[in-house]
């Protein structure tokens, strides 16, 4: 066949984009299967699918803003018609607008309290709490002094004294700012002496001084329950607003032994040691009931047991006589076994063994009577020593830390601290507060936008009607970014603010994410006040956050629901559930958190998250060539060769070659090979870990201890654990790297270890002491 031959003088030239994009050896559009290509939109998800997911939001949304499954749901949002062809606004990379990490000291705690004297008829001294201390050793050793000075001045007159405890209402019960899981180990004991020596000061001065406290409501929590407990007279104004009990005890920060003691006067030695770790989830007002609170009411009689056990405690001297009467009369057959004693959290069986001691101790001594009463009074204090100082204490203490440091942070100053919050709840008022807002937009730090599903379409409409004056101010959106979609593309630049947990119980549970969304054309300075206004907020809320890009919370829950169902290959779901929560130390496992969110929105995180690891969404990577690799160099190496073997291959044979039967044991043995716990719990955390190495690589967070947080607030990793990253140091990075890429032979590439991991292998580095040199260098 000739050639044909063209006319070039009659060839057009190709448009000016085309033309580059030949050049670049690309396929332009018009061309490409991408011409005329409409992206679809997602379908929504069935009512039933709905519920569910409002019902998974509800506690994990901000607290200013809960959202309520009572009302249908709303998927989608219609933005303003004038924007509806406006280009997305593109999300910015993780900033941190704080100057430092942690706030200057506040100066002497003495000035955080108001100590006055009245001597009309009898004395009063009241000790008036007039700002949050800064540091809680401090502040035990201030009532120390301000008892001192009470003894001096009325004492020695033979007056009886009464003492009063009490705050501003907008403050806590006597808390710190720096609580004990702050402090180092040794300091964490001698505050518990520290505060034993207050309360039996205390005690021992009721001949001479009432104490009295008096608190409005709020938090009355750790030492601050413990100082309400200490008082002889006990009044809570507001019992509805109130909180008793002490949240810290999971985590390692016990009350002092008295305290303890006076709980069992009050609920029993069985109910004090089960129930102390949850008293605070409880109602107030029904503690009112069996004496704690001076009650409108006369509080009924103990019980004859309650009594019973009270004296007989009394009479007994020794210790062990003190735990075998409790363990055969008054504990039921099911205390071994309580959640207390059995937990998997190794400082509740502390805290069980601790409050026991302090109970069957007896009370604590002012003076030495003798070496054999001083060894049972420490007996309590050894135990709390000895948990000081282990890994679970030492992870959840900093875990602890790093939450309260995020609230901490040092922020630029705002010209504004005015923050206009539009919740559904108050939507009558929207529009009363749009016309505040469009007359005094200088005087507003932030507008906060309730993006729940509830509230989705009335925000978007009060949105798309006053969008000139949102477009000159600071916008929040509080709720889910896939929710507050519609909204982020008719605003220059928001910020979106989404709870990270969904764990009420983590000292991380109220851990929230924050990112930035912004034009082309909007500055970066504009953007980072933005950011700035978002984090103030959350300050002002105490909500701990992470700054990050994508969401970061539901790959890590994408990458683990993922691998525990592809566990399920080999193992059944009750192994892999008992593995996580046992062996990783997780609240609950994977199984039950994708039940938690529901099918609809775990498979959403595994659509908005396909580019998982450098190998995509493990859904898509094929696995079983790895396997039959595996397999058939195994029946090699056993002796199952095929044909010509006596023991057979994928069959079983007769002698003249013709086949009899599958051969069970080869299925038994390669392909159905049962998992070890110790296999099912390295391949969890090896998923977790290469996403947490990926998204550390790819910017999505700022750092190593950024992703660890959301690893123990997502998906809920014991703050004991201290987290995913935690573990992996604790394996060793070479080792993991090395199980890593066993693990990957065997059961696919996407446990591969990142290119991350490997150079911290080969420089032999931890997370803890990752530094961006050594991300930068993985990168290359």
């Not at 004395?123 to 709490?129: A, G, R």
Request: aromatic share 6%; net charge negative.
């Amino acid at each position: 066949m000739a050639d044909m031959e063209l006319d070039k003088n009659k060839l057009n030239p190709l448009p000016h984009k085309e033309a580059a994009e030949v050049e670049r050896h690309e396929i332009p559009d018009v061309v490409s299967e991408r011409a005329d290509f409409t992206h679809p939109m997602p379908k929504k998800d069935s009512s039933k699918n709905n519920e569910k997911k409002e019902r998974s939001t509800t506690t994990a949304s901000l607290k200013p803003m809960e959202e309520s499954s009572s009302f249908p749901l709303n998927e989608t949002a219609t933005p303003s018609p004038r924007n509806a062809a406006s280009k997305m606004p593109v999300e910015r990379p993780p900033l941190a607008p704080w100057m430092s990490s942690v706030r200057p000291e506040d100066g002497e705690d003495a000035s955080c309290a108001k100590v006055s004297f009245k001597n009309d008829g009898s004395p009063v001294t009241t000790i008036l709490l007039e700002a949050q201390p800064t540091n809680i050793m401090s502040l035990v050793k201030f009532l120390h002094r301000t008892i001192t000075l009470i003894e001096n001045q009325h004492i020695t007159a033979g007056k009886k004294t009464e003492v009063l405890f009490t705050t501003f209402p907008t403050l806590g019960f006597f808390n710190a700012k720096h609580g004990p899981l702050e402090l180092t180990s040794g300091e964490r004991m001698e505050l518990l002496r520290v505060k034993e020596n207050l309360f039996a000061r205390m005690e021992n001065a009721s001949k001479q001084i009432h104490f009295v406290a008096n608190v409005h409501g709020g938090a009355i929590e750790d030492f601050g329950a413990e100082l309400f407990l200490a008082c002889h007279h006990r009044v809570l104004l507001d019992p509805v607003q109130a909180t008793f009990g002490f949240p810290s005890i999971k985590v390692g920060d016990f009350p002092a032994a008295s305290t303890v003691r006076r709980l069992s006067c009050f609920f029993g030695s069985q109910r004090t040691i089960e129930m102390a770790p949850r008293f605070h989830e409880y109602s107030v007002e029904s503690i009112m009931d069996i004496g704690l609170l001076e009650g409108h009411s006369s509080p009924p009689a103990p019980s004859f047991l309650l009594r019973l056990e009270c004296a007989m405690l009394e009479f007994l001297s020794r210790p062990t006589q003190k735990e075998l009467l409790l363990r055969k009369l008054f504990f039921t057959s099911g205390f071994d076994t309580s959640a207390v004693l059995v937990s998997p959290n190794p400082l509740l069986k502390a805290w069980g063994r601790y409050a026991m001691a302090a109970i069957v101790q007896g009370k604590c001594a002012t003076n030495n009577d003798g070496t054999a009463v001083r060894t049972q009074e420490m007996r309590s204090e050894s135990i709390f020593s000895e948990m000081l100082y282990t890994t679970p204490a030492i992870n959840a203490a900093n875990v602890c830390s790093l939450g309260c440091e995020m609230k901490r942070r040092v922020l630029p100053s705002l010209p504004s601290r005015r923050f206009v919050t539009f919740r559904g709840e108050e939507m009558q008022q929207w529009d009363e507060k749009m016309k505040a807002l469009s007359s005094a937009k200088d005087d507003c730090a932030a507008v906060l936008l309730d993006c729940s599903q509830r509230f989705i379409n009335a925000t978007a409409q009060i949105v798309a009607s006053h969008q000139d004056i949102l477009v000159n101010v600071n916008v929040v959106l509080i709720g889910e970014e896939h929710v507050a979609r519609p909204i982020i593309s008719t605003l220059p630049c928001s910020v979106v603010v989404s709870c990270a947990s969904p764990y009420r119980v983590s000292a991380l549970g109220r851990l929230q994410e924050v990112r930035v969304f912004a034009h082309d054309s909007c500055s970066s300075e504009a953007s980072e006040t933005a950011l700035n206004a978002a984090l103030t907020y959350l300050q002002t809320q105490d909500s701990p956050y992470v700054v990050s890009r994508g969401s970061s919370s539901k790959r890590l829950i994408a990458a683990l629901a993922t691998e525990a169902c592809r566990l399920t290959q080999h193992c059944d779901v009750a192994c892999i559930e008992r593995v996580a929560t046992d062996v990783l130390g997780l609240f609950v496992g994977p199984f039950h958190l994708i039940d938690y969110f529901g099918p609809a929105m775990v498979i959403r995180m595994l659509e908005e998250t396909n580019n998982m690891n450098t190998q995509g969404n493990p859904l898509l990577v094929d696995w079983l060539p790895a396997i039959a690799h595996h397999a058939l160099n195994g029946m090699l190496n056993d002796g199952y060769l095929g044909v010509d073997s006596r023991r057979g291959g994928f069959f079983s044979y007769r002698e003249d070659g013709t086949a009899i039967a599958p051969n069970a044991e080869v299925l038994r043995r390669y392909f159905s090979r049962p998992l070890s716990d110790t296999e099912v719990a390295d391949r969890l955390l090896a998923v977790v870990v290469n996403e947490c190495c990926e998204m550390i690589l790819s910017g999505c967070v700022r750092s190593a201890t950024d992703a660890n947080v959301l690893t123990i607030a997502a998906i809920g990793f014991r703050e004991t654990t201290g987290g995913a990253l935690a573990l992996a140091d604790k394996t060793g990075i070479s080792a993991l790297v090395q199980k890593m890429e066993e693990l990957s032979n065997w059961h696919g590439p996407h446990l591969r270890p990142s290119s991350l991991l490997k150079c911290m292998a080969h420089s032999k580095v931890s997370f803890a002491s990752l530094s961006d040199a050594m991300i930068q260098s993985a990168r290359m």
